[in-house]
C-alpha cells in the first residue's frame, strides 16, 4: 500500500513488546474513531472502534484509548508480532456527517524479530 | 465472507486512455465509498452513495471523473481522459447505512498513467 506523505513516521519496537501508536484528532464534534492497519499492496483493514462516549475499548490484544479532553486518540498492541508491521491511520467521524471519514497521515509499525 | 472485491489490481495505461475500474461491495453492505490514496494527499474520498445513488462527489477532481452504482453488487470509477496525475491506488469500501458503522476496503486498484 502507499506511504502517506514523504517521511511517515514510524514506530520499531521489538517482537514481544507493546506498541503505542498515537493520533491526534483535529475537531472536537467528532464522535466516532476508527483504526485501520495497511499492510504492503492491501486496503485498510479495521482493526477496532470508539464512540465519543466511551474512553477504552479492548479487542484482541489492542485497546484503544481516548482522551477528548486533549483530542488525542491511541492504539495499544500487546505483544507485538511480526505480522503487525505495517502503516497504522485513525480515522475520525463529525457529528456533522453520517458517513464522512477523515483520515490521519499514518504511523509505520516496524516489528524487530 | 469474501470482501470488497476490485478489479484489476494493476493497471497501466498511457495518457489519454479511458480507464474504467470496478467493485463489488460486501454482499448486503448499502453504502459504498471510492476513495484515492497518493503519498502526497493520503486517503482522499471521492464519492460515496448510498442504495445505489450518488449522495456526496464532491470530492471528484474533475470532470474526467465519473462512478457509477447500476445495482447494489457493483460499481464503477471512470477516468476519460486519464492524466499522469492520476497515478495513484484507488480504493472501493462498503458498510451498512448506519450511524458508526466501519468501512471495509477491498485491496485496491494501482493505476499508473504513463
Known amino acids: 500500500g502507499e506511504s502517506v506523505g514523504l517521511h511517515l513516521p514510524t514506530l520499531s519496537v521489538q517482537e514481544g513488546d507493546n506498541s503505542i501508536i498515537n493520533c491526534a484528532y483535529s475537531?472536537?464534534?467528532?464522535?466516532?474513531f476508527i483504526w485501520y492497519k495497511q499492510e504492503s499492496g492491501k486496503g485498510p483493514q479495521f482493526i477496532i472502534d470508539?464512540?465519543?462516549?466511551?474512553d477504552k475499548r479492548q479487542g484482541q490484544r489492542v485497546t484503544v484509548l481516548l482522551n477528548k479532553t486533549v483530542k488525542h486518540l491511541s492504539l495499544q498492541i500487546a505483544a507485538t508480532q511480526p505480522g503487525d508491521s505495517a502503516v497504522y491511520f485513525c480515522?475520525?467521524?463529525?457529528?456533522?456527517?453520517?458517513?464522512?471519514?477523515?483520515f490521519g497521515s499514518g504511523t509505520r509499525l516496524l516489528v524487530r524479530p | 465472507d469474501a470482501g470488497v472485491i476490485q478489479s484489476p489490481r494493476h493497471e497501466v495505461t498511457e495518457m489519454g486512455q479511458e480507464v474504467t475500474l470496478r467493485c463489488k461491495p460486501i454482499?448486503?453492505?448499502?453504502?459504498l465509498f471510492w476513495y484515492r490514496q497518493t503519498m502526497m494527499r493520503g486517503l482522499e474520498l471521492l464519492i460515496y452513495?448510498?442504495?445505489?445513488?450518488?449522495?456526496?462527489d464532491s470530492g471528484m477532481p474533475e470532470d474526467r471523473f465519473s462512478a457509477k452504482m447500476p445495482n447494489a453488487s457493483f460499481s464503477t470509477l471512470k477516468i476519460q481522459p486519464s492524466e499522469p496525475r492520476d497515478s495513484a491506488v484507488y480504493f472501493c469500501?462498503?458498510?451498512?447505512?448506519?450511524?458508526?458503522?466501519?468501512?471495509?476496503f477491498g485491496n485496491g486498484t494501482r493505476l499508473t498513467v504513463t
Open positions: 470508539i464512540r465519543s462516549n466511551m
Open positions: 454482499s448486503g453492505h448499502n453504502s
Open positions: 469500501a462498503s458498510s451498512f447505512r448506519q450511524l458508526n458503522s466501519p468501512l471495509h
Open positions: 475537531n472536537s464534534a467528532s464522535d466516532y
Open positions: 480515522a475520525e467521524k463529525r457529528k456533522d456527517s453520517s458517513y464522512k471519514l477523515i
Open positions: 452513495f448510498n442504495n445505489n445513488v450518488p449522495i456526496d
